[in-house]
């Protein structure tokens, strides 16, 4: 470690004055009782004094603090608080004093952030365990019911598998979810940017969900319509991160109703990408909380929707991989309005 004095003066300054002017006082007076008294002489014994005294004490001061002060410093070092035992080692109180509550002021908030963290990594283990015991726990039912006896019924026994091969593809559906946000955390999964046309995209996501929109009569539409839009980002990744979004419009929406998608331009470079629906909204108090992997504005524990519980966990990843912005905006009784920007492409393709 570097080690420079920053030297202060003060204490050694005073503390010499202090005994120069006890001394010369009384030589002073012992000279005069002697009849002796001698200006100059006195002025030189002074000077010499004051030089003696502030070298001796300035020196034994800063030894005596140093030792001590880089004890500290070596001690905090141990902590591998890079910004604190990095710095030269220093004797002025003042400043020492404001070092170390610096340095305490960062250990206070990364022991905040680890106890945020302990906190998160304990909700998330306790909700995995949740998403993985309700399949598994059915599987293992029907399973068990076969084997005491019901597999010797053909129509149970195709039931029961049926049901059964449905629980292991939802764990399938949430390993593959959990594989795919650890990669995009990493940054082990590279995105394959390239120029295509949004509308088109949205429009083949719209021709994919059909089907489950019928189901609970939801209409999927633009608001108007649009010729090409072409953005550059990885084509797999934005459908994913849109038919996210609309199969969580259609799950959480109300029968017969709405969702509509609409692209804007947002500055010369960017488009803005809407998904608006008129379904049940979102608790205030529930909005930052969101993008949290498992977490459901359904507290009551109710799986009837399906799905993994990391869908808008992996919509969040994608948009950031792609150092894009997502905004939500939500109202109880009046509907959800999610949007995300994406990069025009620099070149319209032929």
Not at 145 to 162: F, V
Not at 203 to 226: C, G, H, I, R
Not at 317 to 340: C, L, P, R, T, W
């Amino acid at each position: 470690m570097a080690v420079r004095l920053r030297k202060s003066y003060k204490f050694a300054l005073r503390s010499s004055t202090l005994i120069t002017l006890v001394l010369t006082t009384l030589l002073a007076v012992f000279l005069y009782s002697q009849d002796n008294l001698s200006w100059l002489t006195l002025g030189l014994d002074a000077l010499i004094t004051f030089a003696v005294c502030f070298i001796i004490i300035q020196v034994r001061v800063e030894r005596f603090i140093y030792r001590r002060v880089k004890k500290i410093y070596d001690d905090v070092s141990l902590l591998e608080s890079t910004s604190f035992s990095s710095k030269h080692v220093t004797t002025d109180m003042k400043t020492l004093i404001q070092e170390i509550e610096k340095f305490a002021e960062g250990k206070k908030i990364e022991i905040d952030t680890l106890k945020i963290r302990e906190e998160y990594r304990k909700d998330f283990l306790g909700n995995v365990s949740h998403e993985l015991k309700t399949p598994l726990f059915t599987v293992q039912g029907y399973i068990l019911t076969l084997l005491d006896g019901a597999m010797n019924d053909k129509k149970i026994r195709e039931k029961y598998l049926t049901r059964a091969n449905k629980g292991v593809e939802r764990l399938i559906y949430i390993v593959k979810d959990l594989d795919l946000i650890t990669k995009l955390e990493v940054g082990e999964l590279k995105l394959e940017r390239e120029d295509f046309d949004i509308i088109e995209l949205i429009q083949n996501v719209f021709d994919l969900l059909e089907m489950k929109a019928a189901k609970k009569n939801v209409v999927l539409t633009f608001d108007m319509e649009y010729e090409p839009i072409y953005v550059n980002a990885d084509k797999e990744k934005i459908q994913q991160l849109v038919s996210n979004l609309l199969v969580n419009s259609i799950k959480y929406g109300h029968e017969k109703g709405t969702t509509e998608v609409s692209v804007e331009n947002l500055i010369r470079n960017k488009v803005i990408v809407r998904i608006t629906d008129n379904g049940y909204g979102i608790p205030k108090q529930h909005i930052p909380r969101l993008f949290e992997r498992f977490f459901r504005v359904d507290q009551s524990g109710s799986r009837s929707e399906g799905g993994s519980g990391l869908g808008l966990s992996i919509v969040k990843h994608i948009i950031e991989a792609h150092d894009e912005k997502i905004f939500v905006e939500s109202e109880e009784g009046v509907g959800s309005e999610f949007s995300f920007t994406l990069e025009k492409a620099k070149k319209i393709p032929s």
